[in-house]
Antibody
Framework: VQLVESGGGLVQPGGSLRLSCAAS????????MHWVRQAPGKGLVWVSY????????NYADSVKGRFTISRDNAKDTLYLQMNSLRAEDTALYYC???????????????WGQGTMVTVSS | SSELTQDPAVSVALGQTVRITCQGD??????ASWYQQRPGQAPLLVIY???NRPSGIPDRFSGSSSGNTVSLTITGAQAEDEADYYC???????????FGGGTKLTVL
């Protein structure tokens, strides 16, 4: 069971990047997936989620209108398209799998190692 | 700012018990989970569904909940427990997920 992110790098303010998260070892199409970021020396911040079939997603207010989450269940891959990037988007971006139970509990049980995005001129 | 509030730092003597708390109004309505993050590593789920541990998490880790506060307790803290700990839940609207600001645990 593994998640592997890629696509990070150095980009100028106003630029774009697309992150990918390749899943293996589990039925990717059955799970909600999330992106979580962590600026250097700072805490975890939730960014976005997408449901199992890709029909529904949501975003943190700080990225809404600039970032788009998507998935390709045939390729077992999650994406994050990031446009109009700002310096404050600089962070390590993790993808994470959500699991939950009928009582309403939920948790992020599998995390990738992250991909670094640096927004700087 | 986070809707979940944690103490920034806590310390515990080796072998003693420490409690890390997380407060937020949304915790009255939604479950929380806890994550351990060691330097340079990805977060690791340690507690979910109030007081359940994933396979491989030592039983010295436990969770509890009361009102708008959830707690992570480490009974008999070990040197390897030194890490940052984050709580997570939904926000008050239920439409977003949130993390607490994190608690840095030092084992003395």
């Amino acid at each position: 069971v593994q998640l592997v992110e890629s696509g990070g790098g150095l980009v100028q303010p106003g630029g774009s990047l697309r992150l990918s998260c390749a899943a293996s070892g589990f039925a990717f199409s059955s799970y909600w997936m999330h992106w979580v970021r962590q600026a250097p020396g700072k805490g975890l911040v939730w960014v976005s989620y997408i449901n199992s079939d890709g029909s529904t997603g949501n975003y943190a207010d700080s990225v809404k209108g600039r970032f788009t989450i998507s998935r390709d269940n045939a390729k077992d891959t999650l994406y994050l398209q990031m446009n109009s990037l700002r310096a404050e988007d600089t962070a390590l971006y993790y993808c994470a799998r959500e699991v939950g139970g009928s009582s309403g509990w939920f948790a992020f049980d599998i995390w990738g190692q992250g991909t670094m995005v640096t927004v700087s001129s | 700012s986070s809707e979940l509030t944690q103490d920034p730092a806590v310390s515990v003597a080796l072998g003693q018990t420490v409690r890390i708390t997380c407060q937020g109004d949304s915790l009255r309505s939604f479950y929380a989970s806890w994550y351990q993050q060691r330097p340079g590593q990805a977060p690791l789920l340690v507690i979910y569904d109030k007081n359940n541990r994933p396979s491989g998490i030592p039983d010295r880790f436990s969770g509890s909940s009361s009102g708008n506060t959830v707690s992570l307790t480490i009974t008999g803290a070990q040197a390897e427990d030194e890490a940052d700990y984050y709580c997570s839940s939904r926000d008050s609207s239920g439409n977003h997920w949130v993390f607490g600001g994190g608690t840095k645990l030092t084992v003395l």
